[in-house]
């Protein structure tokens, strides 16, 4: 469910001396007044076309002035997940003896995340399993690994990426 809030300033100075007063009432009404003018609005509720009085407009129920900033802010529980494959760089990095690696998948994928030396040896498997679509990260305890330049790569689905991480001890 999503819920719009409007933050609005109780006034501003427009044109000669005039002013432009806009406020948020109870259950979400709206007002706003220029010089003479006065436009009002159930905020969400759509307007047929816009009116607009000097600087001010309102539209799409949404009042909006090009003196000062009013905020829009909405709040729910719609899920964020990301459009692209991506691997990005650990952090800390160089690290000692631990780091995390943040990956995103758009889709469900099969992940695939391993390690390797410098002369491409296999020293770790962090991920081999399917996941579900969404920001994830593993955190890698690198306590028993010699200090040096190690390699980690994803495969996801048909998506590869390489990144190089430093242990320092």
């Excluded at 300033?9 to 007063?21: D, E, F, L, R, T």
């Excluded at 003896?97 to 943040?102: D, V």
Aim: proline share 3%; charged share 10%.
């Amino acid at each position: 469910m999503m819920i719009a809030f409007l933050v609005a300033c109780v006034s501003a100075m427009h044109g000669q001396n005039s002013k432009v007063s806009w406020g948020t009432f109870d259950m979400g009404y709206a007002a706003s007044m220029v010089s003479n003018s006065m436009t009002r609005s159930v905020v969400g509720q759509g307007f047929l076309g816009a009116t607009k009085t000097g600087n001010s407009m309102v539209t799409g129920g949404f009042l909006a002035d090009t003196l000062f900033r009013s905020f829009v802010v909405s709040v729910g529980e719609e899920e964020n997940l990301p459009t692209v494959f991506d691997l990005s760089q650990n952090y800390p990095n160089p690290f000692n003896p631990s780091t995390t690696i943040q990956y995103s998948l758009p889709v469900q994928s099969h992940v695939v995340l391993k390690v390797y030396n410098v002369i491409g040896q296999e020293v770790a498997t962090l991920m081999d399993k399917t996941q579900e679509a969404g920001f994830k990260s593993v955190v890698v305890n690198a306590g028993n690994w010699a200090s040096g330049v190690y390699f980690y790569r994803i495969l996801a689905g048909e998506y590869s990426g390489i990144r190089k991480m430093i242990l320092l001890r």
